[in-house]
């Protein structure tokens, strides 16, 4: 048997390369496209927007086929194995700059940047679907994405320390050659951790799985019992909406934020020290939370977090030519967006056996996909919005902007993410399942019983 603290260590660093990959791409795209190719911020923006509606579709798709994979490799192998190197081909692909015209570039992005979603896609769903299957404990899962997560985010955190100044250093002055040859490391890392991943995912099978009768069951599980699972599925409808309010406004901060540093402070490099504020206040908030969730609910800590840093929004309304003003609040911000995605992914989990619980389906990967089709519904609606809001207030691409564009670039980023961050405060005030009720439903099932109510 495979020890628990071993498929910690294994499932840490597949998430660590898979977010490199994530947190690279999100960062850079927006400021890549038009600072180092030269495309408006509309059209990029529009680009993103294509893409997510595309991704709607495929998404949905990718989940059923992973729920209905059952080869000798198990249910998730197949994927976690090969779709690191697809992913990482394709994220160079991206960020090379092929000689051909502006317009035949522009097809080509479009084509990659949807291969490269729908690889990951792929790949993000079926390792997320491992959770609810490796423990069913909650403290053990909590555990478990605990050290995952302060992985993850100081895999990601340390890339926003460094990912301009490496820009700079890599590209000598020339973006475009700097993006390309960073996009390489990131790459070469992720096929490293998804190779260390796949050589004990069949662990996690045999951990996972379960029964061949599991199996049987999830066989015969139809398209039309996938969507009455999700429909029956209240709390992970609820955890859904509550995410995009969130994470959509905040996203458009970030990306937004790097034209601020640029053209308002005179700095690209400065979201740099945001991101060492947020590394090390990232992870003492994160070895906080299993003692904190023994006393109260992932709502209740979540809850308060977005209240802070919706304050914390609200205060960046001051005016100032002190750099570190902006940068701490960021930093600050930038922990807590770390610290949500803890508590989205176990409330998420626990969605798994609740939706089992009321509709009689359990669908692991398609529940998981919901947290994938949001994330990135958010990355691409947020990096459209920031789009269309730099074309919109007259952002000029490599020159000198009017103080009203950057008066407008202000405002934007103080009140966007205050009313999502208030909106996603009130959605969260209807979730219900507590840890209590989670360990319930876990005994009913194992008792063969449903809930009974409408």
Known sequence: MYSFNKIIRDFTMGGIGQNLVYAFISAAYLFYFTEAVGFSAATVGTILLVVRIVSLFIDPCVAVLIEKTNTKWGKYKPYITVMPVMISLLLVGLFFQPNISKELHLIYVYVMTMLFWAAYAFFDIAYWSLVPSITKDSEKRVKLLTICKSGILF????????????????????????????????????????????????????????????????????????????????????????KLAIYIPIAVKSALGIYFYKYQLGNDSLGSFGSMVALPLTLILISACPKLLKTYS????????????????????????????????????????????????????????????????????????????????????????????????????????????????????????AIGLLIGFLILRNYILTADMYQKIVSDLSQGKYDSRP
């Not at 029964?211 to 599925?233: F, R």
């Open 298 to 417: 992932d709502k209740q800590v979540m809850s308060l977090f977005v209240l802070v840093q919706m304050t914390l929004c609200v205060c960046y309304i001051l005016t100032t030519d002190l750099s570190a003003f902006y940068i701490v609040i960021d930093g600050i911000s930038s922990a807590l967006l770390g610290v949500y995605s803890l508590f989205f992914t176990n409330m998420v989990a626990a969605c798994v056996e609740y939706g089992e619980w009321k509709t009689k389906i359990r669908t692991e990967s398609v529940i998981f996909s919901t947290n994938t089709i949001t994330s990135k519904l958010a990355t691409g609606l947020s990096g459209a919005i920031a789009g269309w809001v730099l074309t919109g207030i007259g952002y000029n691409p490599n020159a000198a902007q009017t103080p009203q564009m950057l008066s407008a670039l202000h405002y934007v980023l103080v009140f966007v993410p």
């Open 155 to 242: 895999a990601a955190f340390g890339l926003g320390i460094g990912q301009m100044p490496l820009v700079h250093l890599l590209g000598q002055g020339n973006y475009g050659r700097g993006f390309s040859r960073l996009s390489v490391i990131v790459a070469i890392i992720f096929s490293i951790a998804g190779l260390m991943l796949s050589r004990t995912v069949s662990k996690f099978n045999d951990i996972s799985t379960g029964s061949a009768k599991a199996k049987k069951a999830t066989d015969k599980i139809t398209g039309k019992q996938m969507i009455t699972a999700l429909k029956g599925n209240g709390q992970l409808i609820i955890l859904t909406f509550a």
